[in-house]
């Protein structure tokens, strides 16, 4: 059974910064792109940013783009989203997800983790 676990999130000052951590069992890592979402209340989820297997090609949504960083440790079953300059327009639910096939596209998506809430005041 594959299982995405988040760590990382809480509440931060506007400029400040947060690393998010998901780590993964139950399918061979590597084997898979890796993405975060998010979703804040009242609006739709947001593919936010999004890796390849091996790690050497990235997406990131535009208001994202500059201030976040996605990485993974394939060794650790680990991906982590860096966020730098954080804004209040950032604050919402994260989450981790694991793609079963173009993991450039949001349906790609099969399993989830079970969220991180980031809270960015301002």
């Known amino acids: 059974q594959v299982q995405l676990v988040e760590s990382g999130g809480g509440l931060v000052q506007a400029g400040g910064s947060l690393r998010l951590s998901c780590t993964a069992s139950?399918?061979?890592?590597?084997?898979?792109?890796m993405g975060w979402f998010r979703q804040a209340p009242g609006k739709e989820r947001e593919f936010v940013s999004a890796i390849s297997r091996s790690g050497g090609s990235t997406y990131y949504a535009d208001s994202v783009k500059g201030r976040f960083t996605i990485s993974r440790d394939n060794a650790k079953n680990t991906v982590l989203l860096q966020m730098n300059s954080l804004i209040p327009e950032d604050t919402a639910v994260y989450y981790c997800?694991?793609?079963?096939?173009?993991?450039?596209?949001?349906?790609?998506?099969?399993?989830w983790g079970q969220g991180t809430q980031v809270t960015v005041s301002s």
């Open positions: 997800a694991s793609s079963r096939g173009n993991w450039r596209l949001e349906r790609s998506y099969d399993y």
């Open positions: 139950g399918r061979t890592f590597s084997f898979y792109g």
